[in-house]
């Protein structure tokens, strides 16, 4: 019996996905993990991998199409089926095949795979200011509704037509207007061609800030976007927060982090404040599990594992991986824990996995220089912690006034589940564990 092949849950919050781009095509013979289209989710573009082995006999849907969760998506035929006669029998397909699949292309090549069925009824050529112009449906409506002249966009499908990914493209800054050619000088003015050259001009020192006016832009919400703002607002207006701030003095850490890192040179491993403020958080949960938990409106779920969520910052939005088992981890194994989701996430290759399960999340902008931040809850968590740099400050020791490495950390709860004490007590045992690194290990 053939194998339908359904959009998988990728992400805990996840409803439906939009299909990327297909990286198979009608006809492939594919393996159990063999990756099979990229996936928009509500958290990030992540591959769709196959469970199963055959050969690929019909896909429905086509690049650009949102799929609802658990629906067909494709249909493979088993070893020793006939992959025609099984397309054959498909019945309740979207889209004609050869509409529908939209591979990659396997020489690398360079051309982007299709983002839009290419239906002759559905595309016209729309007179604009700049002529007529060859476009999709969907780019149409979207270049309408951003009042953008469908000319000045750069067509990368057939024949130069615009598709729903050019305007995006357009929209968010990455593709410019063609140039403009200049118009002949009129027949009637043979003078403009003797004239006097005009003198050089100064060139503009490199200092000098422009005055040209910004190009005002329209840039359509992405699915993450839209998810992080439903999930930002909905924190905001449903979290009673209490925030509690401490100042972290880390000269010993500082220290001990330059002798680990010399010795850990030869590994190609390099240590950073992070790593360690990941494992005093650790510690600290399993000291103060109240921290560790999440909130529903009949319980609060004490966690048995510290699965801490790392805020990673990519260019369309925020995304948080989570380090299972944190507590369990030495501090060079959450160096390449951390390293290794941070790479997934930017390169959109995360697994559903490391996702999911998160007990409670640290948020870092320490390396963008930030005195001191309030980060919001992610729900259900109860707690997230904002780490911010670390820096030289005059401190006072015994009754003289010194310079010190002080790092400041604020813990954002939900006063629903974590009382202030209660809060105040967790920050209390992280600033000891940071300031005396060593206690870590008892």
Known sequence: MPIEVTMPKLSPTMESGVIAQWLVKVGDAIKEGDALADIETDKATMQMKSYDDGVIAHIDHAAGDEVALGARVMVLAKKGEDPKQVAAGVTGAKKPEAKAAAPADAAGNGKRPAE?????????????????????????????????????????????????????????????????KAPAPPKSAPAAATAPAAAPRTPIPAARISTAPLEEKRIPNSRMRKTIAQRMAQSKQTVPEIHVTVDV?????????????????????????????????????????????????????????????????????????????????????????SEGLAAAARGGSLAGEQLSGGTFTISNLGMYGVKQFDAIINLPEVAILAVSAAEKRPVVEGDAIVVGTVMSLTLSADHRAVDGATAADFMRTLKNLLEEPARMLL
């Open 249 to 337: 003095r880390v000269d010993k850490l500082a220290a001990l982090r330059e002798t680990l890192n010399k010795e850990l040179a030869a590994e190609k491993v390099k240590l950073s404040v992070g790593d360690f403020v990941t494992k005093a958080v650790a510690v600290a949960l399993r000291r103060h599990p109240a921290l560790n938990a999440t909130f529903e409106p009949d319980a609060i779920i004490r966690h048995g594992e510290v699965n801490i969520g790392i805020a990673v910052a990519l260019e369309e939005g925020l995304i948080v991986p989570v380090l299972h088992h944190a507590d369990e981890l030495g501090l060079i194994e959450i160096r390449r824990g």
């Open 116 to 180: 839009e069925p290419e239906a002759d009824d559905g595309e016209e050529a729309v007179a604009v200011s700049g002529g007529r112009v060859r476009s999709s449906p969907l780019a149409r409506k979207i270049a309408a509704e951003a009042r953008i002249d469908l000319a000045r966009v750069p067509g990368t499908g057939p024949g130069g037509r615009i598709v729903r990914r050019d305007v995006e493209d357009f929209l968010a800054g990455k593709t410019q207007a063609p140039a403009a």
